[in-house]
């Protein structure tokens, strides 16, 4: 079955500094992958969704990278501040293209 | 527009007690699932329609029910409520390009606590 691992439970990084979660998984091949941004007590919102033909999607400040050889994705938040403090999620469609399957997600801390 | 709804926003039942969480969408999307979220599980999901009238089963689907009678709702219903079944929940829409599934838009989950 699809498994999705994102690198670390926790991540602590400066204000400024550039913060880098990882996304992998293994057992299939999606056709997209999405990045969600989780704060306490409320649902995910969506950030940044990108195809499998793309290598690479902007937003601001985040950027998404896909390398379906690796089976990997990239999420960059640059110049961070306090602010994006939250739970990142990723997630993938299921091989059916019905769903999504999401990772246990990474809790981002920035200290100013 | 107000997005994805979810009722009640906190509940507590007795073992045994059965009640139904309510999830409504106005974006006339025609994918809506239900997810449950438990500490260092992530979001799992639980049933999941992608037109009125059609449901399937995802991860986690035994102790629920669902149905989809129109575009608009999705109620999930505890038949027999356990403790493990403790946990948030969110409701979940999403529409369908050329290219696919797009984004999911969630609501702001029911917590429920089962004793």
């Known amino acids: 079955s699809q498994k999705i691992e994102q690198n670390s439970e926790a991540l602590n990084i400066q204000e400024g500094k550039t913060a880098t979660l990882t996304c992998n998984y293994t057992?299939?091949?999606?056709?997209?992958l999405q990045w969600y941004r989780q704060d306490p007590g409320r649902g995910p919102v969506f950030l940044l969704l990108?195809?499998?033909?793309?290598k690479e999607k902007r937003k601001e400040r985040l950027k998404v990278t896909f390398d379906t050889t690796l089976k990997q994705s990239l999420f960059h938040i640059t110049a961070s501040q306090p602010a994006d403090s939250a739970t990142y999620l990723c997630?993938?469609?299921?091989?059916?293209?019905?769903?999504?399957?999401f990772g246990k997600g990474t809790t981002l801390s920035v200290s100013s | 527009n107000a997005g994805v709804t979810q009722t009640p926003k906190f509940q507590v039942l007795k073992t045994g007690q059965s009640m139904t969480l309510q999830c409504a969408q106005d974006m006339n999307h025609e994918y809506m699932s239900w997810y449950r979220q438990d500490p260092g599980m992530g979001l799992r999901l639980i049933h999941y329609?992608?037109?009125?009238?059609?449901?399937d089963q995802g991860e986690v689907p035994n102790g629920y029910n669902v149905s989809r009678s129109t575009t608009e709702d999705f109620p999930l219903r505890l038949l027999s409520a356990a403790p493990s079944q403790t946990s948030v929940y969110f409701c979940a829409s999403s529409y369908r390009s050329v290219a696919g599934y797009n984004e999911q838009f969630f609501g702001p989950g029911t917590r429920l606590t089962v004793l």
């Open positions: 990108i195809r499998e033909n793309e």
């Open positions: 329609s992608v037109g009125a009238g059609i449901t």
């Open positions: 057992n299939y091949s999606p056709a997209y």
């Open positions: 997630a993938l469609d299921n091989q059916a293209g019905t769903a999504l399957i």
